[in-house]
């Protein structure tokens, strides 16, 4: 069977997993903008189903195709320590993404770290005696270590998470396509992985609860930027940790560009780290990374 007949079989079976998860969380009137600790806890288990569906898809297509799932798994694990250095250094490549967008975004004052800070603050003057400390020093303090800390849950549960996605995006369907230049891998695997996301876009409001079908669109194309960076790792690593470590880093670190600001949240949608901003960021961040390649001679 044709490797492109593959790609369209596995993409078949993790669209219909996915379609079938999102119906079921529709059915039964779970949105992502319900705020209750119940949906709150529904919705951690509704996105831990949908990541590791990726996994089933791949294992379904790997039984299909009557290859050795343990076997193949230990391949796409790599695990060696070049494989370490990478998983632990690839997070970072998440905090240089911030810090392009904070570089554009601060100007056009579409960033706003106090805006942040006063979200805190309001959240904190509930629990927090002002007689203890000062709630503004703590909101400060608090945001100065979730920062820092998103590393520690970027390298662990953010990476179990996450490696349920990358066992079959830059594992499986990478593998396919590892023989095509990294460019036009980005670009199948990134349209791929952005499209997955439709059904959870426009049935539950996923990341985008007012622009629902422009925001397939604009999730899609960011999905593409972020693809180079991740099979970078991976083909520097021979592995696919690197892409699970810095999959958990967006998840933990990427947020800020969403909550740091005063623009109303139909307008954070298009505009902010899910949006063109986003975009550009890491667009600006794949740039950066293939330049050192070239220049280093690292690819």
């Not at 579409?110 to 927090?128: G, N, S, T, W």
């Not at 590393?151 to 349920?164: D, F, K, L, S």
Request: charged fraction near 10%; glycine fraction near 6%; hydrophobic fraction near 55%.
């Amino acid at each position: 069977m044709s490797k492109s007949i593959r790609i369209i079989e596995f993409t078949i079976i993790a669209y219909l997993i996915a379609l079938l998860i999102d119906c079921i969380a529709y059915t039964y009137g779970f949105t992502t903008q319900l705020s209750t600790t119940i949906a709150s806890a529904i919705a951690i288990i509704w996105g831990f189903a949908r990541m590791w569906s990726i996994t089933l898809a791949t294992v379904i297509c790997l039984h299909l195709r009557r290859v050795s799932v343990r076997e193949w798994l230990k391949s796409v694990l790599g695990l060696s320590k070049r494989a370490l250095v990478y998983y632990l250094i690839s997070p970072l490549i998440v905090y240089l993404a911030l810090g392009v967008y904070v570089i554009i975004a601060y100007p056009l004052r579409l960033f706003d770290f106090e805006a942040y800070i006063e979200l805190l603050v309001d959240m904190l003057e509930k629990a927090v005696p002002s007689q203890v400390i000062r709630v503004e020093d703590l909101a400060r303090l608090i945001t100065i270590v979730q920062i820092f800390q998103a590393y520690i849950v970027a390298i662990t549960i953010n990476t179990i998470a996450a490696m349920g996605e990358e066992i079959g995006w830059r594992g499986y369907l990478y593998g396919l396509l590892s023989s095509k230049h990294i460019l036009t891998s980005t670009l199948v695997i990134g349209v791929c992985w952005g499209l997955w996301h439709a059904t959870a876009i426009l049935l539950l409001g996923y990341n985008y609860t007012y622009n629902r079908i422009l925001g397939v669109l604009l999730f899609t194309v960011l999905t593409i930027t972020l693809t180079y960076p991740q099979l970078v790792v991976t083909s520097r690593a021979r592995s696919i940790l690197p892409a699970c470590s810095l999959h958990g880093a967006l998840n933990a670190l990427w947020p800020l560009t969403l909550v740091a600001t005063r623009l109303p949240v139909e307008q954070r949608e298009l505009l902010l780290g899910l949006g063109v901003l986003g975009i550009v960021a890491w667009s600006i961040t794949s740039i950066i990374i293939a330049v050192l390649i070239y220049r280093h001679k690292l690819y």
